[in-house]
């Protein structure tokens, strides 16, 4: 990954001709991985293709994530906006889907965006800390700043989506602090 905190995860995958099993989260082989956050919450997204969902964060309670593509095929981008990080503004993304197995983990303080390449897609996210409509950011998918080079550059976005500030605009405070360490 281009953001060393982010961190890309390959499941152990068991297919055979019925299907596939795998693991999507086992404790201590994340926690050996680097992951070793207590999860509060799972959430599941539903999208048809051509849906963005994102840029998405919580502050303050800042939510680190796992993300997993159940069904399809997900363009996963997370975006370092830590004030004061070496990486801040910085992006970073991976193709998520139950063929290739890979999981997506965003630390706190980076928000988070998905955009669906198949028909169909099924994320699921393990979040870090409970959802907090009151500490809910949204940073505009499409700054010019940041620089994300989405597969598609008239997606389907949500009203409220649609109007997410840039990242400049955000007022002194209201962004999550980078620590050191």
Request: net charge negative.
């Amino acid at each position: 990954m281009d953001l060393p905190d982010v961190l890309l995860i390959e499941t152990d995958r068991y297919p055979d001709e019925r299907g596939c099993l795998f693991e999507a989260y086992q404790r201590e082989r994340y926690r050996a991985a680097g992951i070793d956050v207590p999860f509060f919450q799972d959430n599941v997204s539903i999208s048809r293709q051509g849906v963005l969902r994102g840029l998405h964060l919580q502050n303050p309670g800042a939510q680190a994530k796992l993300i997993t593509a159940l069904e399809g095929e997900i363009f996963d981008v997370a975006v370092d906006v830590r004030v004061g990080s070496p990486t801040f503004g910085r992006w970073t993304a991976a193709v998520l889907s139950p063929d290739n197995g890979l999981q997506m983990f965003i630390p706190e303080g980076f928000a988070h965006g998905l955009y669906a390449l198949s028909p169909h897609i099924v994320a699921h996210y393990k979040c870090g800390a409970p959802f907090r409509p009151q500490a809910s950011l949204a940073i505009a998918w499409d700054d010019p700043d940041i620089g994300i080079a989405w597969p598609d550059r008239a997606p389907q976005l949500s009203a409220k989506d649609a109007r997410n500030p840039r990242l400049a605009d955000f007022p002194p405070g209201r962004l999550p602090v980078y620590a050191a360490g």
